[in-house]
């Protein structure tokens, strides 16, 4: 009887001795679904394409091509060790051997010869409990979900209010969050200054939608005047900075939350200037908090591209003459240099936003996405599309004579499409291809390195390569063209690449 109800989990043996793997599959073929590999390099091919659905690993040490202390570096290195479990299979069950294989996270390790028994349980011992894990991430993870989404939505809610009361769209809020968040990346690219984490990002560029809520205690009469206000009614209309903050000062109970903090900042300060002259608190150059003087430019940037009730909207363009002149208020040097560097990126986004923009659609797609969610945790939801796209890109390869490859830079590993092997007489993985002397005969190293340093070159802004050069095939040397973008971690550091090669014939 299966002792799994729906499914059986997928069982990757690694091991070169075919005799090893037929006595694994023996044992285990009841329960689980055996894949085989023969050695580490073809486990980590396997490991790449299929990993979401594999269960579990048992690993060989001793292989030839690469060992299994190779594949679990490389396992620890991409971080799958993290979701697949590896009980290690060996003989050699040294003291020296065991450590090493723990230190590189291995859950269990079963000396051979095998008991039939004590692998059996070892097994789903082992599934049993990174299930578990499983669960209580993905029940972790939706509760992160959860409350992400109350209050984004809480926060929009409130932020659209004020802007429907205003008489404006709430175009303005959206706009003003992402220019925020645009600045504050380029910000942190240029300058390691006000030490902004991408938690930081997060949650300035989340809350810069309250900048406005202070309004609600603005009488209609002079919110939506379509004129220039008296000296009396701007004075009353600049209260709305202290209003917001102390909205946000008597939630007692959430006073030392980031988010309440942060916003408190933004609301009380997004009107002060960098010289002096803003209000409530005339505050000067680094006494206002980054996060205030970044949405303060982006609600000038804004109010000055829109159209209001008193005035026409002005051209991206004139707008940032107007704020570089200094027209608007004095602002950050730094922030005015991060502004010209991501102006295109700036202009270019607002305006996809814009024309994604419908706010009866925008309020059926959360109805949806809320109920989508009602029926799909997060967790699984994203399992789900991955697996989507694994089999999709599986599938477009499986049919497609292009050439196709994936590079990581560390561990340094090249895998590439199966009809690669062919064409050029190599495997499908390569490990190490700088020192890899078949690899290194299909293209020249001088090649390699203009690639490497063309990729290294790139930009998000403009992150496509193309690199001709010459490769030998197994007819002969051809011309070709390399066409691949470069890979960034979360630390904005270059990590990879993927693409494909053209050949442009002999």
């Not at 979900?145 to 939505?153: D, G, H, Q, T």
């Amino acid at each position: 009887m299966n002792l799994f109800e729906h499914h059986k989990p997928k069982v990757l043996v690694v091991d070169d001795s075919e005799t090893n793997r037929d006595i694994l599959s023996e044992m285990l073929g009841d329960d689980y679904d055996i894949i085989e590999a023969v050695n580490g390099a073809e486990a980590v091919v396997i490991l790449q394409k299929n990993r979401i659905n594999i269960s579990l690993v048992l690993l060989d040490i001793v292989m030839p091509v690469m060992d299994g202390y190779e594949v679990l570096d490389i396992m620890n290195k991409k971080h799958w060790i993290d979701d697949v479990p590896v009980i290690m299979i060996s003989s050699d069950d040294s003291l020296s051997s065991m450590r090493r294989a723990y230190e590189l996270g291995i859950t269990d390790f079963i000396s051979r010869p095998f008991d039939a028994l004590i692998v059996r349980r070892r097994v789903i011992n082992t599934i049993m409990l990174y299930l578990k894990q499983k669960k209580l991430i993905g029940m972790v993870a939706d509760q992160i979900y959860e409350k992400e989404k109350s209050s984004n939505l809480m926060i929009n809610v409130l932020s659209h209010i004020v802007e429907f009361r205003n008489g404006e769209s709430g175009l303005h809020v959206l706009h003003v969050q992402l220019f925020t968040q645009i600045l504050l990346k380029q910000l942190v690219k240029i300058t390691d200054k006000y030490n902004l984490t991408e938690s930081d990002i997060s949650i300035i560029s989340r809350v810069s939608a309250l900048h406005d809520i202070g309004k609600i205690s603005i009488p209609d009469e002079i919110l939506n005047k379509p004129g220039r206000f008296t000296d009396e009614e701007f004075a009353i209309m600049k209260t709305h900075s202290l209003a917001g903050a102390k909205m946000l000062d008597e939630l007692v109970a959430y006073k030392d939350e980031p988010l309440v903090k942060i916003g408190y900042q933004i609301c009380r300060w997004h009107h002060e200037r960098y010289d002096g002259r803003g209000y409530p608190d005339g505050l000067k150059g680094e006494e206002i908090p980054i996060a205030a003087q970044i949405v303060a430019l982006a609600d000038v940037y804004d109010a000055l591209t829109s159209e209001r009730v008193y005035k026409k909207a002005f051209s991206h363009e004139k707008a940032l003459d107007m704020i570089l002149n200094n027209e608007c208020g004095v602002f950050n040097p730094l922030l005015i240099e991060c502004l010209k560097q991501a102006a295109g990126t700036i202009q270019k986004e607002l305006r996809e936003q814009d024309t994604s923009y419908d706010e009866q659609k925008e309020m059926e797609n959360i109805s949806l996405e809320m109920l989508r969610y009602d029926e799909l945790s997060s967790s699984e939801e994203t399992l789900r599309l991955l697996e989507y796209e694994r089999i999709k890109n599986n599938f477009y390869e499986s049919i497609s004579d292009e050439i196709f490859f994936e590079y990581t830079l560390y561990p340094p590993m090249i895998t590439v499409s199966p009809n690669c092997c062919d064409l050029f007489g190599v495997t499908e993985l390569i490990n190490d291809p700088i020192h890899n002397e078949k690899f290194m005969s299909v293209i020249s190293y001088d090649d390699w390195k203009g690639l490497s340093q063309e990729l290294r070159s790139a930009t998000k802004e403009n992150p496509v390569v193309e690199y001709s050069c010459r490769v030998n095939f197994s007819d002969g040397v051809h011309n070709a063209m390399i066409i691949c973008r470069p890979v960034w971690d979360t630390k904005t550091e270059y990590s990879g690449a993927f693409g494909k090669l053209v050949d442009k014939g002999i």
